[in-house]
């Protein structure tokens, strides 16, 4: 079956958004609150295995201050709620200065699909809010009508690696795996796609070098562009210089996994 649709990432795969902007937000959330708290580039590399910000503060607290009690007196999960949304405000007025550029390739590729006619769905553990955000930012306030279903954020209780967000998207769409090819960038995201059925392309970031993607169709170091060609670290050559939809469904008729 030829691919219908797409369904992306968000953070790490449309744009580099983890080590340069969500990272920073969440140090000026805890500023706010008066803690001392800091997410140095490495720290936040071992955070990034748990995925969801709330989680990611959760696990935070329980690893390197169990005994924390909130300052304020509120129920502790209360307080992290508190905490996420201090940092996505922070996180948008970065997108707002255009501090976060889109992932070489991740334009002309959404380009590409749009005039194919393919269907465009996002599949993210980040909030709505950051997802628009990112769009309104690099692609304008018109690119987020191109995805058909943008399911983030809590829409499903269970985040990745559970399959759950990439099954909800798909029922969405109303297509089966085998219609669709997800875009990911880390191992907690291919366990997800994988599970839900997907064939995966992943492009990898400095954060997710070193993941075993060994499930994915394919493992670029990003989609490619004119100029700035893409590097093929498994699959076939033919996806570089820049990954086309007919270089992908190649890949995918010659079963690559």
């Given amino acids: 079956m030829n691919i219908k649709?797409?369904?992306?990432?968000?953070?790490?795969?449309?744009?580099?958004?983890?080590?340069d902007g969500h990272r920073p937000a969440f140090n000026l959330s805890f500023?706010?609150?008066?803690?001392?708290?800091?997410?140095?580039?490495?720290?936040?590399?071992e955070l990034l295995e748990v995925t969801g910000g709330k989680e990611r503060i959760a696990h935070y607290i329980k690893q390197h201050c169990p005994h924390f009690?909130?300052?304020?007196?509120?129920?502790?999960?209360?307080?992290?709620?508190?905490?996420?949304?201090?940092?996505t405000r922070h996180y948008i007025e970065l997108l707002a200065r255009g501090d976060i550029p889109l992932r070489p390739g991740v334009a002309r590729f959404l380009g590409e699909a749009r005039e194919a006619g393919l269907r465009l769905a996002i599949a993210t553990t980040t909030t709505p809010e950051n997802v628009t955000a990112l769009l309104r930012s690099t692609l304008g306030e018109a690119s987020i009508g191109w995805f058909e279903v943008i399911a983030a954020g809590d829409v499903v209780p269970a985040k990745k690696p559970a399959p759950d967000i990439f099954i909800y998207a798909m029922a969405q769409l109303g297509l089966p795996p085998e219609a669709c090819l997800a875009?990911?960038?880390?191992?907690?995201?291919?366990?997800?796609?994988?599970?839900?059925?997907?064939?995966?392309?992943?492009?990898?970031?400095?954060?997710?070098?070193?993941?075993?993607?060994?499930?994915a169709c394919a493992v670029l170091d990003h989609l490619g562009e004119p100029g700035k060609p893409c590097r093929v670290l498994r699959g076939p050559a033919g996806l570089a210089p820049m990954v086309t939809l007919s270089g992908v469904q190649t890949c995918l008729q010659r079963g690559v996994a």
């Fill in 69 to 87: 009690t909130p300052p304020d007196g509120s129920p502790l999960d209360e307080f992290i709620a508190g905490l996420h949304r201090a940092k």
């Fill in 183 to 215: 875009v990911e960038d880390s191992a907690n995201g291919l366990a997800s796609s994988r599970a839900s059925g997907l064939q995966t392309l992943v492009t990898v970031n400095d954060y997710t070098l070193d993941h075993d993607f060994s499930q």
């Fill in 31 to 45: 500023a706010d609150a008066g803690l001392d708290w800091h997410w140095s580039p490495e720290l936040y590399g």
């Fill in 5 to 19: 649709a797409l369904i992306f990432d968000v953070d790490g795969t449309l744009a580099d958004t983890e080590r």
